[in-house]
């Protein structure tokens, strides 16, 4: 099973995803999921990311009080 994330994208965030999408599928650590394709529509200018499904609830709905845990949106 398969998770696809969906993010809004120009050709110039295209770019730097890219090379995200490459350096993470080098890196192998079991807490760290897996990453299977990338995709780009340039008429959508969307970007897709297939990874593996992980059935746990989503971070940012996990109450966590720590000061060390910061969560960061782009």
Request: net charge negative; proline share 5%.
């Amino acid at each position: 099973m398969f998770a696809m994330k969906t993010i809004p994208s120009d050709h110039e965030f295209y770019y730097y995803l890219k090379r995200n999408f490459v350096n993470i599928i080098e890196l192998d650590h079991v807490n760290i999921i897996k990453y299977k394709a990338f995709y780009f529509d340039p008429k959508k200018e969307t970007c897709l990311l297939v990874m593996d499904y992980l059935p746990y609830p989503n971070l940012s709905e996990i109450s966590i009080e720590s000061e060390e845990v910061c969560f960061f949106y782009f």
